[in-house]
């Protein structure tokens, strides 16, 4: 099927009077969890919906004292994780009070507190045909004598876990948090991490099977637009239809603070895409999830690590602090934070009064054409133009408009009672006319000529 999102002008001939949006997530207050265990800079919670029960899972990340960092001015903890489950994805309950995961429990160690782990945030791999494969945790092992070690972690349900040693031992290693995505189109995992422990530009490391890691290939990194003290901190990746959504974490640093690695300031989001989750760009500058009011979770920093599709909405899970970075560091913070997205919301066309949209050249090859547009005090009208850019009969705006619509799958009906299945094998433009409204995303059995047969390298 073929799909014409916003975030760019790449399917698009020309708008006017269409403006693009990015898409502003709701947090659903209602929705956050607290644990006294839960340190914000710690957590990375990873959710999704258990499609044999109907429940909602979670494994996030809880942390115990380690040692306190004379230098650095703060207090390093061990990670541990715990798993919450839900009927709704709203109202959580913590399985028990133990942990899943953690450096007793699961590496069996003679002197816990001499040792520690850091690592996540947990990988929800769909295409994994191995279950008890399915859940997948990159972290950082340090042994008694403080020397790091990476390995993975993996489960079929989050209650167990069997862990390895990642075979690429000590020659990469990464640090926290350390997130995975797969790559369909190119049949491949990527590794998303640091270029350094003291170089925050965005890297991939590429692997098929963990047991071999390619070399690192640059992705993001803060650039002019950005504010001096900002870096790059962590990009959570999610497949999304035919493209890659990326979650970009950008660390706000201390301006006062002089030291090699910056630790104290504050952190946010912004949104990046991609077509071939490779190459990323930011759609602006600007957070895509911001900060909260000061004094509530989320208020001191967000971190945002999940993504799940239900129904006709995207939910967005992360965890959220009350202070900013490593600072009030005894404060209970948010386990889970939910915020919510209208499916296609990432970004979207919003009229100035009345504007119009025409698409490049398409060929349809089926029926359908859906289009995802909230116009519920509105008019919005639909033609097709011919190749030369002629109005097709019986195909006009007048045979076409319609009043108060907000769906996510509208298709338009001509009174002629043609369909865009008598178009089949024929160049044509599709011509979109709103009042008082947003279009977020084109749907249909159509290719866009001379967008979709490109490939990036």
């Given at each position: 099927m073929g799909i014409i999102y916003f975030f760019d002008d790449w399917k698009i001939l020309r708008r006017t009077r269409m403006n693009r949006k990015m898409g502003t997530p709701v947090l659903c207050k209602e929705s956050i969890l607290e644990d006294v265990k839960t340190e914000g800079v710690w957590n990375y919670p990873t959710v999704w919906k258990d499609i044999t029960t109907g429940k909602w899972v979670a494994i996030y990340g809880g942390c115990a004292?380690?040692?306190?960092?004379?230098?650095?001015?703060?207090?390093?903890?061990?990670?541990?994780?715990?798993?919450?489950?839900?009927?709704?994805?709203i109202h959580w309950k913590s399985d028990c009070e133990n942990p899943v995961f953690s450096r007793e429990i699961d590496l069996?160690?003679?002197?816990?507190?001499?040792?520690?782990?850091?690592?996540?945030?947990?990988?929800?791999?769909?295409?994994?045909?191995?279950?008890?494969?399915?859940?997948?945790?990159?972290?950082?092992?340090?042994?008694?004598?403080?020397?790091?070690?990476?390995?993975?972690?993996?489960?079929?349900?989050?209650?167990?876990?069997?862990?390895?040693?990642?075979?690429?031992?000590n020659e990469k290693l990464f640090h926290s948090p350390s997130s995975i995505f797969y790559n369909e189109k190119e049949g491949k995992y990527y590794i998303s991490n640091w270029f350094h422990v003291h170089d925050r530009r965005i890297v991939f490391y590429g692997t098929r099977d963990f047991k071999s890691v390619e070399e690192p290939l640059l992705i993001l990194q803060a650039d002019g637009e950005?504010?001096?003290?900002?870096?790059?901190?962590?990009?959570?990746?999610?497949?999304?239809?035919?493209?890659?959504?990326?979650?970009?974490?950008?660390?706000?640093?201390?301006?006062?603070?002089?030291?090699?690695?910056?630790?104290?300031?504050?952190?946010?989001?912004?949104?990046?895409?991609?077509?071939?989750?490779?190459?990323?760009?930011?759609?602006?500058?600007?957070?895509?999830?911001?900060r909260s009011r000061q004094g509530e979770h989320g208020g001191g920093s967000v971190f945002p690590t999940s993504v799940v599709e239900d129904k006709n909405h995207i939910y967005i899970y992360g965890s959220g602090s009350k202070g900013e970075m490593f600072r009030y560091q005894e404060e209970k913070d948010a386990?889970?934070?939910?915020?919510?997205?209208?499916?296609?919301?990432?970004?979207?066309?919003?009229?100035?009064?009345?504007?119009?949209?025409?698409?490049?050249?398409?060929?349809?090859?089926?029926?359908?054409?859906y289009l995802n547009v909230c116009a519920p005090y509105g008019v919005i009208k639909v033609r097709i133009l011919n190749e030369d850019g002629k109005e097709m009969e019986?195909?006009?705006?007048?045979?076409?408009?319609?009043?108060?619509?907000?769906?996510?799958?509208?298709?338009?009906?001509?009174?002629?009672?043609?369909?865009?299945?008598?178009?089949k094998g024929q160049v044509v433009f599709l011509e979109i006319e709103i009042t008082n409204g947003e279009l977020y995303a084109i749907r249909g059995d159509f290719d866009v000529l001379g967008a979709n047969y490109i490939k990036l390298e």
């Open positions: 004292p380690f040692s306190y960092d004379e230098r650095a001015g703060f207090c390093i903890k061990t990670v541990e994780l715990y798993r919450a489950t839900s009927e709704d994805g069996g160690m003679d002197e816990p507190g001499l040792s520690r782990i850091d690592g996540g945030p947990v990988f929800y791999d769909e295409k994994e045909r191995n279950e008890h494969k399915r859940l997948k945790l990159l972290y950082r092992f340090f042994d008694t004598n403080g020397v790091p070690e990476e390995r993975i972690a993996y489960s079929s349900n989050g209650k167990t876990w069997k862990t390895e040693k990642l075979a690429c031992g950005d504010e001096c003290t900002a870096e790059t901190y962590a990009l959570i990746v999610i497949p999304y239809e035919d493209m890659y959504i990326g979650l970009l974490w950008m660390f706000h640093g201390d301006a006062g603070e002089t030291k090699l690695n910056r630790l104290m300031g504050y952190m946010d989001c912004q949104l990046v895409y991609s077509y071939n989750g490779k190459i990323f760009q930011r759609i602006c500058h600007r957070p895509f999830i911001a386990a889970l934070l939910r915020y919510s997205l209208r499916k296609d919301g990432f970004a979207y066309l919003a009229t100035e009064s009345t504007g119009d949209i025409c698409t490049k050249a398409l060929r349809f090859y089926g029926e359908k054409l019986g195909m006009s705006y007048e045979e076409c408009t319609y009043k108060c619509i907000d769906l996510i799958e509208w298709t338009p009906v001509w009174i002629s009672n043609k369909t865009v299945n008598s178009l």
